[in-house]
């Protein structure tokens, strides 16, 4: 698309539908003030955004793999500064500790997504969540499911051409499987 001499993408185009769609959809749930949830599922979904959609699904398995691992590791945090009595110290030292077991777990080099989503979620839940939310580890997946979902349905209805999603999510698949086969 072009107006005048500025030219807009495809992907910005989607990018700017998926964050209005998010934060359309916790406007209409009825909990537009949470806007770290809203920040976590817009800044998801723009992530999500690639020219293809199995693309979009693929990274949708990463991320929530990775929000899972650092929702662990972030509660195993949250669970052993109860315990302790200086935060400071703790953060210095149990903090860096969890990212290198997160980054560890999540895959390294091999998988970035995993990797970045698994450190940016422990960041969040360590220096960021809200104190005493008990709820903070199921609405955090959950915001991130809904970011996923949003990049998925907006890449699936902006795609220039229709594939079968189904046959390149297979092959998707298959591809990943050899990789891990490869690396055994």
Not at 15 to 20: D, I, K, N
Not at 53 to 79: E, H, N, Q, S
Request: aromatic share 10%.
């Amino acid at each position: 698309m072009r107006f005048t001499k500025i030219h807009i993408e495809q992907r910005t185009i989607k990018m700017a539908a998926v964050v209005f769609m998010c934060i359309a959809f916790y406007t209409v749930v009825g909990n537009p003030d949470n806007t770290s949830l809203m920040m976590i599922s817009s800044s998801t979904a723009a992530f999500g955004i690639y020219p293809k959609t199995v693309d979009v699904w693929i990274f949708a398995r990463y991320r929530m793999l990775g929000t899972a691992i650092g929702c662990f590791f972030g509660t195993v945090y949250l669970l052993i500064q109860n315990h302790l009595t200086d935060e400071g110290l703790s953060r210095l030292i149990f903090i860096p500790l969890l990212i290198f077991l997160t980054v560890t777990i999540s895959g390294g080099v091999k998988s970035p997504i995993t990797v970045r989503g698994s450190v940016m979620t422990l960041i969040t839940m360590t220096l960021v969540a809200p104190v005493n939310d008990k709820n903070y580890v199921l609405q955090r997946i959950l915001a991130t499911l809904v970011g996923t979902l949003m990049a998925v349905l907006v890449n699936f209805l902006f795609e220039p051409k229709k594939s079968h999603i189904l046959k390149d999510l297979r092959k998707s698949v298959n591809v990943d499987k050899r990789n891990k086969t490869d690396e055994l």
